[in-house]
């Protein structure tokens, strides 16, 4: 497990902290979950004028906009609030709908999404996505919390991050 960071200082002096860091991209790093240095690193996190990054329902959209359905696959969306329920099964239509037909987009899963966040104030609470890794598959879940869950070597995740969220002001 991972935890993404932004930081505003130099990352240099942040991973002089410990070997747990990954950089990703100018001020984003993942810190690899470790409980004794992570206590010792948050304690040290002010000093370096650091944060921890939380995944807005916004952030999610600019990354799922991003992923191309012949390279990615998105295994699950999950939603925040009460209302989860009443959209689990619709949300979970869209995602099938998506992969049973070439000539249906993200962009119509994207749009009903927003119309959800827009309506009801539903925030996402973390997507499942699954990809191939020297052709196997695995899987990788975001967290709104900014805690990332994978299968994925350091090396793929690294090259995933920055391809999704390099580009996206954090």
């Known amino acids: 497990m991972y935890k993404v960071f932004k930081s505003l200082g130099t ?8 070997n747990c860091i990954l950089e990703i991209s ?3 790093f993942l810190f690899k979950y470790d ?3 992570y206590e010792y690193f948050l304690n040290k996190m002010s000093k ?4 921890q990054l939380i995944f807005t329902s916004e952030i999610f959209f600019k990354i799922l906009k991003k992923i191309d359905k012949n390279e990615i696959r998105i295994r ?8 989860a329920e009443e959209f689990d099964d619709e949300i979970k239509s869209l995602i099938l709908e998506l992969y049973s037909d070439d000539n249906i987009s993200i962009t119509k899963l994207l749009n009903r999404l927003k119309l959800f966040e827009e309506s009801d104030g539903i925030e996402i ?5 699954s990809l191939k890794e020297d052709r196997r598959t695995k899987k990788i879940k975001i967290y709104n919390n900014g ?3 994978t299968t994925l070597s350091e090396k793929y995740l690294c090259e995933f991050l920055i ?5 996206i002001k954090l």
Not at 76 to 83: A, G, N, Q, S, Y
């Open 11 to 18: 990352i240099n002096l942040i991973k002089s902290l410990s």
């Open 26 to 28: 100018s001020g984003v």
């Open 35 to 37: 409980v004794a240095q």
């Open 48 to 51: 370096y004028n650091c944060k």
């Open 76 to 83: 699950e969306i999950k939603i925040t609030e009460d209302l």
């Open 125 to 129: 609470d973390h997507i499942h996505l």
């Open 147 to 149: 805690i990332i869950s």
């Open 163 to 167: 391809k999704y969220l390099g580009e």
